[in-house]
């Protein structure tokens, strides 16, 4: 028999983690939901451009299998294909659904979604909702979440920390502590299953274009307890970011969607007013090099090509880390109306007007393909999932799950533009529903397991905060941090050698020595935001571990002969998941065979 | 321009007193608010060469979508991340809102703004999230930049901290909400339960309270036209109220 109302706790309330409360809500489940803000507030409201699926609206034959295609290649077939065919196929339902609910879709002239197109696609695909996408997106979930709360089926743990998992004896998780970010006290909270979809994991490099939360430090407590991580060595660098002192802020592929072309002054270290350099003194190096997709090719491709126009070839303008990108050849009125929200943020943040002046940018710590590994089942008739299953979704710690940016099953080595909300509200919405199965399936509710497990847990974190808070003398958390980013950019960045990674691994190691020694400014037992900040960096160290992967499949660029030539050498070598699991002394680091069931490795990725 | 002088109005929680501290750190170009509160709590030293507590802020997104870093920054309330310190006048003087409990310095308790998205059914009510196979109703490319501009409203509070109706002698549940029960009202299935949301703006704390100051107008970073939802949901409420009277 079924237990009685089961307990489920959600972590983080950005897109996945408010589909998966919805879905589990919806099944009749009670959903604890924590966040360290107002889940409104999520960085999910950061996603600009769009949301991928296959619509077909536009005269251009459009298919979802064509939506499976561009993100296995896009991901350089990385990704294991049962689940990316699932999201590809389930994405337009998605979009009905959300547009049931409310969101604020851009419309044609005869009220349906209009859509736009993206990067490392030839359709367009992406349905948008002005030039906030995410944060409609975002807003819409709150809503229906918001709906819950009412129905009295979610309780928000608001300005709550995830501090670590509470697991038994057999090794399942069944709960969480938490820590109370206004009075610093340390719960243990009962659950028959926990989401982590907490995002992730920009701050590690110090500046990132995500928001401030996105430290992936509830990953790295999760890794720490045992779920194992993957494919860490994948950070997309997104090629348009505006360079800043507290953030790299995004300038999204919209603009590069919409006709925006990127490009240098032939003249090196030619610091001229842009507007007076003609046309033949300016270089369009994406469209010379891959006239096919020119300007939108995909991420990963754009920012190795302006590495090595500005790195490597000294090219950047004025001889900087800069080079343009231009919409000045398109009309004001066009660009206000499709991309006024983005161009509002460049004005606003660099003081220059988008549409007069071309925008200065480089490529900016983005987003992590990677993440917690996470199960799945294949449903063997349709070569996509089985749904629902309690596997899916479900880490290597059992009754532990994750979704969104946390986890790193969609996206293989690349993420495509417009596929990142589609994966954190498809797999919020699929770990939602594996959820409500896994709990149907148990034999025992939470509420018989032994009270020490929860005693024991909460002592542990509080001699922690115990531990930072009586420290004289040691580690700035905000100084460690600064080094850690510092460090990531300049060691595990775009291009990487083997000798950097080593020297990364080698700092990893000198900097978790340090942060065990913290030492915080702020003594007070109410809202101490230091202390919150220093167990993140903590944490941040470890998962850091994770990303310098030497060796191997970070080495290719599709855009030399010689990989091609060795390409499919290579694939029988890298054609790997990588997965770390947590030790002391750092990760152990093995290799899983990718499942290529859908579409066969027999091509390269060629965007010329 | 060698120096920022800060002068930070601080709170060691709810119940205490507020003080001010200053500070002064070395200028840099492209500095906006938040960059020089995360510069600070590096070395958190203030004027008097006092090694202090760093700031407590709230912050999130830095680029003006989130609305978390909401704060009064030389007398005007505006997110700190979007606010250049090129553009302002020395001291910069940051202090909490004034409309909200202080948590702890900068940092204030927004959470009756989300009580009051719950009052006024803020929200599309559906069947389930899941695929029904068919899409909402169209909308007209009209109707949609009215709800579009409406859906962007961060619930950052600066409608309410300016709006002289909302304060502790008055129950106005402010701007913000009753432009989002407007937003809602305004879906081709969302007006299906349009009549519960004008009973939730027509008692007391409702939209009569509105004292027409139209400040919320003119500070909405997002340049929401709140007024003009607040004037549609009057008008609304009013006719409501005769058919309450009449067709009951």
């Not at chain 1, 409104?40 to 991928?52: L, T, V």
């Not at chain 1, 299953?389 to 996206?411: I, K």
């Not at chain 1, 919020?428 to 709990?439: D, Q």
């Amino acid at each position: 028999m079924a237990i009685k109302k089961p307990k489920i706790i959600v972590i983080g309330g950005g897109l996945g983690g408010l589909w998966a409360t919805m879905r589990i809500a919806e099944a009749g489940n009670q959903v604890m939901l924590f966040s360290l803000f107002q889940v409104k507030r999520s960085h999910s409201a950061c996603a600009q451009g769009g949301i991928n699926a296959c619509l077909d609206t536009k005269g251009q034959h459009d298919s979802v299998w064509q939506h499976v295609v561009d993100t296995i290649k896009g991901g350089a077939y990385l990704a294991n294909q049962p689940p990316v065919k699932a999201m590809c196929e389930d994405a337009p339902g998605l979009i009905r659904t959300f547009d049931r609910m409310g969101v604020t879709w851009s419309r044609t002239p005869e009220g349906v979604m209009d859509l736009r197109l993206f990067g490392g696609v030839k359709n367009k695909r992406t349905c948008f909702a002005g030039a906030t996408t995410g944060q409609q997106l975002l807003y819409t979930c709150d809503e229906q979440v918001r709906a819950h709360e009412e129905r009295g089926l979610v309780k928000k743990y608001e300005f709550w920390e995830f501090l670590s998992l509470v697991k038994d004896g057999q090794g399942r998780c069944k709960g969480i502590t938490a820590l109370n970010l206004r009075t610093m006290e340390v719960e243990a909270f009962r659950a028959d299953a926990v989401v982590i979809a907490t995002g992730g994991l920009g701050l590690i490099y110090g500046k990132s274009t995500n928001s401030a939360s996105c430290t992936g430090a509830a990953a790295s407590r999760a890794y720490q307890q045992g779920a194992a991580f993957m494919n860490g060595e994948f950070i997309q660098f997104h090629p348009t970011g505006m360079p800043g002192d507290d953030k790299n802020r995004l300038m999204s592929e919209a603009a590069r969607g919409e006709g925006g072309r990127i490009w240098v002054p032939r003249k090196q270290g030619d610091t001229s007013n842009p507007l007076t350099i003609p046309d033949d003194q300016r270089w369009y190096f994406l469209e010379e090099w891959y006239p096919a997709y020119g300007n939108t090719v995909p991420r990963d491709v754009a920012a190795r090509a302006i590495w090595k126009v500005v790195r490597d070839m000294g090219m950047g303008i004025g001889g900087k880390d800069l080079v343009y990108l231009d919409l000045t050849h398109l009309s004001e009125e066009f660009l206000r109306r499709r991309l006024g929200g983005i161009l509002e943020i460049y004005e606003k943040f660099a003081g220059d007007d988008p549409t007069k002046v071309p925008m200065k940018i480089f490529p900016a710590v983005h987003y992590s393909m990677g993440g917690i590994w996470v199960d799945w089942e294949k449903n063997e008739t349709t070569g996509a999932l089985k749904q629902p299953s309690p596997r899916n979704h479900q880490t290597s710690v059992p009754g532990l799950f994750s979704c969104g940016e946390a986890d790193g099953t969609y996206h293989g080595a690349n993420r495509l533009g417009a596929n990142s909300l589609l994966s954190a509200s498809y797999s919020g919405r699929v770990v939602g529903e594996s959820v409500a199965a896994y709990v149907k399936g148990l034999k025992e509710s939470v509420d018989t397991a032994p009270e020490d497990l929860y005693g024991n847990e909460k002592k542990r974190q509080e001699s922690i905060n115990k531990q930072i808070m009586s420290c004289s003398k040691g580690e700035n958390p905000f100084l460690l941090h600064k080094e850690l980013g510092d460090m990531m950019r300049d060691k595990v960045s775009i291009i990487r050698t083997n000798k950097q990674l080593d020297e990364a691994l080698e700092k990893l190691k000198e900097l978790k020595e340090r942060a065990s020694r913290m030492c915080l400014d702020d003594r007070h037992g109410w809202s101490n935001a230091s202390l919150s900040y220093a167990r993140q960096v903590q944490d941040m160290i470890v998962l850091g571990e994770d990303l310098p992967i030497p060796e191997g499949k970070f080495a290719g660029d599709p855009e030399f002969e010689a990989y091609r030539a060795k390409w499919k050498e290579n694939n029988t070598k890298w054609l790997k998941t990588t997965l770390a699991d947590h030790t002391p002394e750092g990760p152990k680091i093995s290799y899983e065979d990718v499942d290529t069931s859908v579409l066969p490795v027999e091509e390269p990725r060629d965007y010329r | 321009m060698q120096e920022i002088h800060l002068k930070i109005q601080r709170q060691d929680g709810p119940d205490s007193g507020p003080y001010w501290d200053e500070f002064k750190i070395p200028y840099r170009p492209q500095h906006n608010v938040i960059s020089v509160l995360m510069a600070l709590r590096e070395h958190p030293v203030n004027v008097k060469g006092e090694r202090v507590a760093p700031v407590v802020y709230e912050v999130g997104c830095m680029e003006e979508v989130c609305g978390a870093c909401t704060m009064i920054i030389n007398g005007k309330v505006r997110q700190a991340c979007s606010t250049l310190v090129d553009t302002l006048a020395q001291p910069i003087v940051l202090r909490p809102m004034t409309k909200f409990r202080v948590v702890r310095d900068l940092m204030v308790d927004r959470q009756p703004m989300f009580d009051a998205l719950r009052k006024v059914r803020g929200w599309i009510d559906i069947d389930g999230g899941y695929d029904i196979h068919v899409h909402a109703p169209r909308i007209s490319p009209k109707d949609w930049e009215k709800n579009y501009d409406f859906s962007r409203c961060m619930t950052c509070g600066c409608c309410m901290e300016v709006c002289p109706q909302v304060n502790t002698r008055s129950q106005f549940i402010g701007p913000a909400p009753v432009g989002q029960a407007w937003l809602f009202s305004n879906h081709p299935t969302g007006k299906y339960y349009k009549e519960e949301r004008l009973h939730a703006l027509m008692g007391p704390g409702g939209i009569t309270d509105c004292g027409n100051a139209q400040n919320c107008v003119r500070i909405c970073p997002k340049e929401i036209k709140l007024t003009d939802a607040i004037a549609r949901i009057g008008r609304d409420a009013t006719i409501q109220a005769l058919k309450d009277l009449f067709l009951k």
